[in-house]
T-cell receptor, first 112, second 113 residues
């Protein structure tokens, strides 16, 4: 039973288009994280979301990125105008009460 | 900024061999995670540890806080253990407990029958 569900599993988009990736935690995680992994590279931190606001973001997380919690349970990562280099696997993750992290299955984004 | 180094990058072994993957980090952390990533890309958490040693089945994880070093061991390795194993350090330590993870580059393990 997954603790975290991500949609879509794979999205193909044209450069310049907006993309929204969604994440649903099973339990009520206070913290939430978005990470990305470009093919063949290591996983990189994008942004952490704590108590309904951004608590930390990396230099990758520029003005083209935004993160929201629109309805109190879902988390979304929006990329306003996608670039070729945004092609990657995007993971969301949330911690359990013990601190163990649960990752979603990932959303593979392909920008053409 | 935390630097996380893993070794080896690739490891091929025969079924039954004892496997060790090493991880070192550069700053104080609140916890060290060992993760497993399969070819489909999904990431599964194996261990989270902040001191000592943890065991789950054939997997053992240890951490030495003073030396900023952790190891993942697999006993009696099996082809189904073939995957990428990633260590990720949680920190630097903050008062809010929401430290981000800094990931190592991963170790690609292949177990040959």
């Amino acid at each position: 039973e997954p603790e975290v569900t991500q949609t879509p599993s794979h999205q193909v988009t044209q450069m310049g288009q907006e993309v929204i990736l969604r994440c649903v935690p099973i339990s009520n995680h206070l913290y939430f994280y978005w990470y990305r992994q470009i093919l063949g590279q290591k996983v990189e931190f994008l942004v952490s979301f704590y108590n309904n606001e951004i608590s930390e973001k990396s230099e990758i997380f520029d003005d083209q990125f935004s993160v929201e919690r629109p309805d109190g349970s879902n988390f979304t990562l929006k990329i306003r105008s996608t670039k070729l280099e945004d092609s990657a696997m995007y993971f969301c993750a949330g911690p359990s009460a013990s601190g163990e992290l649960f990752f979603g299955e990932g959303s593979r984004l392909t920008v053409l | 900024k935390n630097e996380v180094e893993q070794s080896p990058q690739n490891l091929t072994a025969q079924e039954g061999e004892f496997i060790t993957i090493n991880c070192s980090y550069s700053v104080g952390i609140s916890a060290l995670h060992w993760l497993q990533q399969h070819p489909g890309g999904g990431i599964v958490s194996l261990f989270m540890l902040s001191s000592g040693k943890k065991k789950h089945g054939r997997l053992i994880a240890t951490i030495n806080i003073q030396e900023k070093h952790s190891s993942l061991h697999i006993t009696a390795s099996h082809p189904r253990d073939s995957a990428v194993y990633i260590c990720a350090a949680r920190g630097p330590i903050s008062n809010f407990g929401n430290e981000k993870l800094t990931f190592g580059t991963g170790t690609r393990l292949t177990i040959i029958p």
